[in-house]
């Protein structure tokens, strides 16, 4: 049995899946921590991944290797390779001043053309911005800039050169200087960090099934964790997906680039070749989790208040904005919660309006997909989220669609894993690897729910950007 591995270094933890190459199958995996924190010293993702490695039964069998992780993270590095600060996170809104200082400068339309995305907090290049305004010396140092997944792919190959950093076409389209032809844009670069970009170490973009020489296995080009997603699920042109973590993701896979100017489709790459226009929302199960913490229930506690609640929560909506959000484009935005009357506070309508928000809140990411010419006949929904029975039961409610519900997996560290499959293969596609179905969810659309949570959303944007 020839085996692979595949990780997934999260924004939470960092999982490893130990499998058999032929089939997929999961033959040993392991998982760690990660700390807390919109900006993390890169060095915790290195001792996480090594502990999840001895969790897994380690290397010493595996012949290939690849690491999915967290997009638009910033890893600056200096000349001998030290990291200069702890890295910015993509849900570190501080450079949402950045970003709109640099759609002023060039335009949404001229963003969204050349690299398929206008700039919001997550993404990397405002980041860089960030840096040159608020820490100047810091970015005069910067001799390379990585990303999460490519900095602890480096850290495996264990050169110590710079110019062994690699990365894949799926994260790379995440960073706002790469444009959709799959080259950097150091014009982009040189705006952000307001220098000269030129000597800066970039990493090199590699093919999808391209591999690398680490220290006894070869090393996979690695992916953004949402294109690790669709790979490990086995999406298709055509196929969307929801995952909801710590954020919500609306994502499909598409034969076509998107070149969105409100900024809120990003034009990312998947790992195949293909495109992946791709809705964020900053927002995910942590509306879960907090709301079940207000509750005082657990998660299963919660799904059963909230199905004991009508649809519509008595006319209670929560808007889910708790750290700010990114879809719609709100950085600086808290959460309401409307309609509250005597009749409507009660704990299940509370319980109800988080669920029915967060989804809400992913039918408006739907709908911008829908704008830039993307059909959703139905959805996969994955991601810890997935796992509450009130989030299945409400989503086809809101959504107006069926909901496929695949078998519980690690699905970015499968993907991930599929992609170091497919680098040892060397073939023209990956293997097949089919991921099993649970159910099919169907219920009674009630578009009455989305239309009073749009309004109030609409009404609390205008507020917001007035003020």
């Not at 339309?109 to 995305?117: L, N």
């Not at 040159?132 to 001799?143: F, K, N």
């Not at 709100?330 to 309609?339: D, E, N």
Request: glycine content about 12%.
């Amino acid at each position: 049995m020839t085996l692979v591995a595949g990780v997934d270094s999260s924004t939470q933890s960092c999982t490893v899946v130990v499998v058999d190459a032929a089939d997929g199958r999961v033959v040993r995996s392991g998982r760690a921590a990660h700390p807390d924190g919109t900006e993390v010293d890169p060095e915790h993702w290195w001792v996480a991944l090594q502990q999840a490695l001895a969790a897994a039964g380690g290397l010493d069998d595996v012949e290939a290797v690849s690491i999915g992780g967290q997009q638009h993270g910033l890893v600056a590095l200096d000349a001998t390779g030290a990291v200069l600060r702890p890295a910015l996170l993509w849900n570190d809104t501080r450079s949402g001043a950045s970003a709109a200082d640099l759609v002023r400068e060039r335009g949404a339309q001229a963003w969204a053309d050349d690299t398929g995305t206008v700039p919001v907090a997550s993404i990397t290049v405002t980041k860089l911005r960030w840096m040159a305004d608020h820490e100047p010396m810091l970015a005069t140092r910067i001799a390379a800039v990585a990303l999460p997944h490519d900095w602890l792919t480096w850290r495996l190959r264990g050169t110590g050169r710079l110019e062994d950093l690699v990365t894949d076409r799926s994260d790379a389209s995440g960073t706002g200087y790469l444009d959709t032809r799959g080259e950097y844009r150091r014009d982009l670069l040189t705006l952000a960090l307001r220098r000269d970009a030129d000597p800066i170490v970039l990493p090199r973009v590699l093919g999808p099934a391209d591999g690398v020489e680490g220290p006894g296995f070869l090393i996979g080009p690695g992916c953004g964790d949402n294109a690790g997603a669709a790979l490990g699920l086995g999406l298709r042109p055509g196929d969307t997906s929801i995952s909801i973590g710590t954020s919500g993701v609306v994502a499909a896979v598409s034969a076509a680039s998107t070149h969105d100017e409100t900024g809120l489709i990003a034009g990312f790459a998947d790992a195949t070749g293909h495109h992946l226009p791709l809705a964020a929302t900053l927002n995910g199960a942590r509306v879960l989790d907090a709301t079940a913490r207000l509750l005082g229930v657990d998660h299963a506690g919660l799904s059963a208040l909230a199905l004991a609640a009508e649809p519509g929560a008595g006319g209670l909506v929560h808007l889910p904005y708790l750290e700010g959000e990114r879809t719609p484009n709100l950085p600086t935005a808290t959460g309401s919660l409307v309609g509250m009357t005597l009749g409507s506070m009660t704990r299940e309508n509370l319980a109800r309006a988080a669920v029915e928000g967060l989804w809400c809140l992913l039918h408006g990411a739907l709908d911008a997909m829908r704008a830039q010419g993307i059909t959703a006949r139905s959805v996969t929904l994955v991601g810890g989220g997935a796992q509450s029975a009130a989030v299945r039961a409400i989503a086809p409610t809101v959504l107006g669609l069926p909901v496929t519900l695949p078998e519980a997996a690690e699905y970015v560290a499968l993907g991930a894993a599929r992609q170091a499959a497919w680098v040892l293969a060397g073939t023209d596609e990956p293997p097949s690897w089919a991921a099993s179905t649970t159910a099919v969810l169907e219920g009674e659309h009630r578009p009455e729910v989305v239309d009073r949570y749009r309004s109030l959303a609409f009404e609390y944007a205008q507020r917001v950007r007035e003020e």
